[in-house]
């Protein structure tokens, strides 16, 4: 169904107005960001028996998240004396076995991809999953694959097809498109309602079947597979919508869920709780999930972040809830907070109107059914929250106003937490990965535009950190951006080639000036050289006759090489990609980009010039008709039921815009509004909303 948006510029302006204000209201504001709380059961399909006792054993893989490792997101163990030795695995929209990519592709649905040889990547499998895919395990022969019926929104749009890159190298393959690709029309909405966790049949990887699937009444947040089991966190309300799961409890409460993967081929639905709150974040150890959620304290005004210990010893998958407790501020992702040593650590980011605090608060776990504070220590206050990470007995966090303070916190003693050392530099990091006595961490440089960088600290001194070196990627004074600011996924540090990988994303404009008759000026926009009509302050501001007109616009994805050993950051070659690039990772002796698009594959012998050695297209040509110059795919399903709110139709003029959890998030991490939100927001919003009474929305009844 073809989507038109019959207004004016104006109306379109003064939506973008309110929107923003929207935005702003909500960017720190965790609980209209993520409003996730609900309840959960299990309807088990089409699988049966008891829990095998001859567990599988874990499937070789690689692709794992930013080179740490499989089991490196959480601590193997809480440091107690109660750890059982069962492996921790974070799940992906990706994992490589032996020779094989499984992939989750939002059009395609699973695609297995033979990389026997990296230098000719061939889809030789699909499945089409129905819903939003949220993440991917794969034990032996089955995958176990998370989908959503939460979101599953495209837009159409009229683009022209994009050429593919070329292959110039003598004894290169070309593009492969993919013999599998599947029509539009087989892009099927999902059929279920909430979350489920489909069983894949992978015995025969040209023809992956879905052998049952097990419903969960609510909606999946996050998961670990813990030993032989998988456990889900969720909640029961819409995010998007805001509307209660189908089946479940009326009531705003998460979930969490186990199911005993032991046996591949016959998981069981072990156990399934509610929890309080909206079972947001999760960190995991052997024995225990403590599961986040977001909470507003309406007598004092303040955000809290609530905090329940699930009980994970049982190695078949019984669990049990333990003590639940408060933590004022909230958090923006996992790695605020962690288990260690017998201490639960978080740190949290307060505000309201007038103030803003970042504290570092410790828990006592010594007994998991009466959790007791520990310490509370300020770390600064009137800046924004923009990454934490905790590395053993050390923690840091990184702040913003101007500057991005980077602070280290000296966590051995967790009745007595210190911040030892304070570094001052340019822009903010949004995830941080320890290396020992070395810190790299992916953020934002904003001293020249607005562009992702990675920077390399030497923290081996805790009172005095010192910047070894910066990568900026993307041209000076433009605004790039890549997925690694929000999704620490979508980048790669592979040490044991000291590489680090990380994706861009970038346009480049080319601005003229009409006199109203007729082209009287190009000029690159690049080149900082202003219209001859116009102030250079404010580009558009001199003209009287003249307009400033986009004449021609240039999209670039990329993917950036960067060396790094102990003594710094060294910067090596780049290459381009057919589309946004959401993975990176290496596969033989080849790097590998993944996009929407395809599967890229590049010889990095050289690693100042990489060239592709080969690509896998996942679109037919007819597909590829309707990506754009910057790789995004405008085919695809309509609206998926149930979407309780009326079409809004588009017309043939300018982009269509959706919104989601992770896009918004990118949006006011880039434009830094936490810190200052308020003005923007009381301007934009009222002002908005007066103006939008004098538009009107032509509406229609979805078919």
Known sequence: MTRRLAATSATFALTALLTLGLLASTACDTALQNNLVGSTQFNNEEIGGPPSANPAPLAPQSGDAAGQGEFAADDATDGGTNDVLRDIEEADVIKVVDNTMYALNPFKGLLVIDVTNPDKPEVIGQLNMGGRGVELYVVGDRAFVITSADSYLYGYYGGGA???????????????????????????????????????????????????????????NESRRVGDVIYVIGTNVNRYYNYYAPGSEQEDQGFVASINVADPADPQPIDRLNIPGDGLYLHATNTAIYAAAYSYDFNNNEEMTDVQIVDISDAGGAITLRDAFTVPGNIRNRFYMDAYDGAFRIVTESWGFGFQQVRLFTYDLSDMDDVKPLAEVQIIENESLEAVRFDGVRGYAVTFLRVDPLFVLDLADAANPKVTGELEVPGWSTHIEPRGERLIAVGIDDTDGNRPAIAYYDVSDPTLPTQLSRVILGPPGSYTSSNATYDEKAFK????????????????????????????????????????SSDASSPNSGATTAQILLADSRCTNGVQLVDFSDDGLTRRGNFEHVGEVSRVGVIGDRVFALSDIGLQTVNIDDRDAPTMSGMAIFFSDEEMANVDECGYFYGGPEFGAPFPIDDIEFND???????DGDAVAALMSALQSCGGVGVLALTAMPVGVLLMRRQRWNRRTRR
Do not use: C, W
């Open 493 to 532: 540090i592979i040490d044991e080639l000291g590489l680090i990988v990380m994706p861009y994303h970038h346009y480049e404009y080319d601005f003229a000036e009409d006199d109203g008759f007729g082209f009287e000026d190009d000029f690159d926009r690049d080149d900082g050289a202003p219209p001859p």
């Open 162 to 220: 994009i050429d593919l890159p070329a292959v110039d190298e003598p004894g290169i393959a070309e593009p492969v498109v993919a013999d599998v690709a599947v029509a539009n029309d087989s892009i099927a909405p999902p059929e279920f309602d909430g979350s489920r966790l489909a069983v894949i049949d992978l015995s025969d990887r040209t023809n992956p079947t879905q052998q049952g699937k097990i419903n969960l009444v609510g909606y999946a």
């Open 653 to 659: 003029v300018g982009p269509i815009f959706f919104f």
